[in-house]
């Protein structure tokens, strides 16, 4: 900043300068006449020769300056200093005419000679201050032979033309300085008022840019959750029209069911991915940062996806370093898992390479595919929700356009650096730069245990009747015991009911978070004060807002969004029987 100052206070002193080049234009010629007496003609002429000589070196020095005014890497000090030479040398030439003034003792002369000086001296301040060394050598040039020349006469008149030039020096040199200040504060002023202004046009533009993206994001969202739907609903007509018909035969029930499996997982694919961008955007999705192995991270992502890769005939080769990183795995492999399944996606011929390399403190983890590759245009565009280069029919199967997008967001949260390097025909390179870690932790694999979940006690919340009845009646097909309610109030009363019958344990309270007269916490706050004891609770939701993930998250409760699928809600009732 004080260079840029210093830069705009040079840019000042050139630009006021005119005024005092004007003046040693015009005012010379009235000094050579009143002085024509006094000194000889060949000595004034001289005089006003050197004069306009200087004058026209200062005003190419300017001109050159101005040239090169534009150019960042020009340095203000020496050109202050030259403009600063310049003006001294032209004070000088004015002293002169101080010394010569008081050396003939003429009092006309003297009188005159003080009233050029004092304009000079006075008129110099607004165009000179803005360089103070400028302004303070040319007074000390312009007075110091007036000053000798008091101090070689005698009398107590010339004590007074000292006393004179010393208050006109004193109040001159003040005002310098309260001149320079006053535009060393204007200057960053105006720049603090560019800068502002620079930052708001940047806010608008992505203010724009994020209107724009929610048009398009809303319109494709709208899109895609309309076709699933859209067949879900005929699905669901032509069931009712063979039940119509009479009994339905069990392969075209299943037939129907597994279409209407498909339909729905596409739709919550969808709905989930919308509600992972979601939660990373509304901050409410935990880090939790560890020693991870790339041998483990890689051999784990092998597993996953080789036998996809080599299915579609492509060649997958996995290069891992025998590194830790500090990175959290979850998220990690999230990522990891989006830019392979891209890769695998859109790669035809070729293949797949997972490798690393190791940059200083840190380890970049590449994606290598031989796919159709992406234009420089769309760098910037692919990372977007719902864009997708290679997908105009927006065909699902091909992916929603949500996983790029999720990885620029979940690489954020994390503070890892995302880069893609891509010419188009000749594939992409997409890849994420982790710190490497300083401690690692071996960790032995831990076997999956599976616990048998029937014979639940469940205290189902929900007031919306058919999501009720429908979670009600796949417990029940589960070996569940279910003591449902539109509130908390009726789903207690169902179980004290149970109570009087015999034992009615309960294992657990699922309940959806938006209620009628209160939320899901407090509600499971209520069944809890009722039951007595802090059982295990799961909270359903399909409520995606920012304040509703804070306060779940928060809450430390699972959490299932609907559309729920039923092999999650299965794994959760494990993992909470578990608990």
Known sequence: MNEVIQRNCIDLLYRQSYAVLFANFVIPWPVAYIFRGAVS????????????????????LARRYFARA??????????????????????????????????????????FTCVVLTGLVCGAVPSLSAFPPAYAGSLVAMLAPVVVQCLLAEGETYTTYLFFVACLSAVNLYYSRVTFQTLRETVQLRLENVNLVHRLEQERDRAQAADQAKSRFLAAASHDL????????????????????????????????????????????????????????????AVNREAVSLERLFADLSNEFSASARGRGLRWRVRPLPLWIDSDPVLLK??????????????????????????????????????????????????????????????????????????????????????????????????????LSHTAIRRQPVANQRVDVNGLG?????????????????????????????????????????????????????????????????????ARRYLGQAVPAIIITGDTSPACLAETAASGFPVLQKPLDATLLREALNAARAD
């Open 70 to 111: 534009n150019d960042v890497s020009l340095a203000p000090g020496p050109w202050g200093w030259q403009a600063s030479l310049l003006s001294w040398m032209s004070a000088g030439l004015w002293g002169v005419v101080g010394w010569v003034g008081f050396a003939t003792g003429d009092p006309q002369l003297v009188a």
């Open 458 to 526: 469940i205290l189902v919340i929900d007031d919306e009747p058919t999501v009720l009845e429908a979670l009600v009646n796949l417990l029940d097909l589960w070996g569940h015991r279910v003591y449902a309610g539109a509130s908390v109030d009726e789903a207690c009363q169902r179980h004290d009911d149970a109570l009087r019958q015999g034992s009615a344990a309960v294992d657990l309270i699922l309940s959806d978070f938006r209620l009628s007269g209160m939320n899901g916490l407090q509600a499971i706050g209520r």
């Open 226 to 285: 309309r076709q699933p739907i859209h067949a879900l609903g005929l699905f669901v007509a032509g069931l009712a029209a063979l039940a119509e018909r009479g009994d339905v035969l069990a392969e075209k029930a299943r037939d129907v069911a597994a279409r209407l499996g498909a339909v729905i997982g596409n739709l919550s694919g969808l709905l989930n991915g919308l509600l992972d961008i979601s939660r990373l955007d509304a901050g409410v999705v």
């Open 334 to 435: 999230r990522i990891l898992d989006n830019l392979l399944a891209n890769a695998v996606r859109y790669t035809e011929l070729g293949g797949v390479l997972l490798g690393c390399r190791r940059r200083g403190l840190s380890v970049e983890i590449q994606v290598f595919d031989s796919g159709p590759g992406i234009a420089r245009a769309h760098h910037g565009q692919v990372f977007e929700e719902f864009f997708q280069l290679h997908n105009p029919q927006r065909d699902r199967t091909q992916g929603l356009g949500l996983g790029l997008a999720i990885v620029r967001h979940t690489a954020r949260l994390l503070g890892h650096e995302v880069r893609l390097v891509s010419v188009e025909g000749h594939g992409s390179m997409f890849s994420i730069r982790v710190p």
């Open 41 to 60: 003609t060949q000595a004034v002429l001289g005089w006003v020769a050197v004069m306009y000589g200087l004058t026209v070196w200062r005003i190419l």
